[in-house]
Nanobody, 118 residues
């Protein structure tokens, strides 16, 4: 599966952005899709994930209640709605996919930069 992330940009503290991750290719065997982020000098961290079959979601504690992951089946697109953004949310955001029976995320999209300014 190929992933194309978009939607990053510059936003002020307290603002909102919506990231998109368009999936193409063999999407029929997806187990989950997730969003990760990496800030300068920091390790990449999991932000949010969505189980493809059930639609169940999970979030890192720092974004729970502010971010929402969702999908549009018709468009094969997964979204990350980010509200109440803070400076610490600034990072390059990546979407990733994990196939069924895989131990880890194994398809990655290119990153999209999110910068939150005060």
């Amino acid at each position: 599966v190929q992933l194309q992330a978009s939607g990053g940009g510059l936003v002020q503290v307290g603002g909102s952005l919506r990231l998109s991750c368009a999936a193409s290719g063999r999407t029929g065997n997806l187990d989950r899709v997730g969003w990760f982020r990496q800030a300068p000098g920091k390790e990449r961290e999991f932000v949010a994930g969505l189980r493809w079959s059930s639609g169940s979601t999970s979030y890192v504690d720092s974004v729970r209640g502010r971010f929402t992951i969702s999908r549009d089946d018709a468009q094969n697109t997964v979204y990350l709605q980010m509200n109440s953004l803070i400076a610490e949310d600034s990072a390059v955001y990546y979407c990733a996919a994990r196939r069924q029976f895989s131990a880890d995320y194994n398809s990655w999209g290119q990153g999209t930069q999110v910068t939150v300014s005060s």
